[in-house]
């Protein structure tokens, strides 16, 4: 009983964990600043009255 609420408990933990370990707002590549926060984007693109960009791609 015990190592299945030590197994339950760690397993809670790491889900926890996975979930706060978002990616983040924004990454530099080759120059250019990538927002992969989407209302963060928007908003940024309707500021400098710009076009956006969008990738859908799984985050592993």
């Known amino acids: 009983m015990k190592r299945l609420a ?3 408990l ?7 964990a996975f979930a706060l370990s978002g ?4 990454v530099q590549a080759s120059g ?3 927002i ?3 209302k963060a984007g928007i908003s940024k693109a ?3 009255n710009k076009p ?3 990738e859908f ?3 592993p």
């Open 6 to 8: 030590i197994t339950t």
């Open 10 to 16: 760690l397993g809670l933990a790491a889900v926890v």
């Open 23 to 26: 990616p983040p707002e924004t």
């Open 32 to 34: 250019v600043e990538w």
């Open 36 to 38: 992969t926060d989407y």
């Open 46 to 48: 309707r500021e400098e």
């Open 52 to 54: 956006i960009f969008l």
């Open 57 to 59: 791609r799984c985050v």
